[in-house]
């Protein structure tokens, strides 16, 4: 069974949720928190988002542009969009390997007033080698970005996009994350480095699971 290979994210919420309130609460508020918690890690105003009529799934995505394994699961995931017109995609951007995955992080949320952070997300996950400033300033020309308004984007937003980072690395910590990519797919938590078959079968499950 599906639910026997993937973590359940409201299981792991709920134990995070335990470990932080009153030992006095009863299971219903956890549960009800855990639920809550779950909620707000597929929704954010700031998290560039894919959200097409009629989406019944979300798959939510953990990354660092510089995690090789986030690379190497980057050409399943958009097969998985392609070709499932209803998924619902939020991209948190979680930089965990230093300065430049931040200066990353922060131009792909920044990319998304423009409406372009799917194309500079592509032209960077598909960058060869190690992420500098260079390749990501190649990687906005890539995606059709204009710089000076990018430039003007992260300051201007500077504060919405650094409480984005942080909500994401706290959700990250309360569900148990070691590191990247990880993916919420419904109810489903799958850490690694996933193949395209394993995708398919937790959509499908999650699907299943919202139908009950």
Known sequence: MV??????????????????ISPAATAQNV?????????????????PTIAPAGADVTMVVFSDYQCPYCRKVHPALEQLRREDPKLRVVYRDWPVFGAV????????????YQGRHAAFNNALMQT????????????????GLDWARLQADLVKHDEAIDAALART???????GLAGTPALVIGRYLLPGA????TLREAVAAARRGNAD
């Open 101 to 112: 995955s931040r200066e990353a992080a922060r131009t792909a949320i920044a990319a998304n």
């Open 3 to 20: 639910t026997g290979r993937f973590l359940m994210v409201q299981a792991l919420a709920a134990l995070a949720v335990a470990l932080t």
């Open 169 to 175: 690395h706290r959700y990250a910590r309360a569900i």
């Open 128 to 143: 060869q080698g190690r992420i500098t400033s260079q390749s990501i300033r190649i990687a906005a020309d890539r995606a």
């Open 31 to 47: 549960t009800s928190n855990a639920a809550s918690l779950h909620r707000q890690i597929q929704n954010d105003s700031v998290a």
């Open 194 to 197: 996933v193949e395209l078959p």
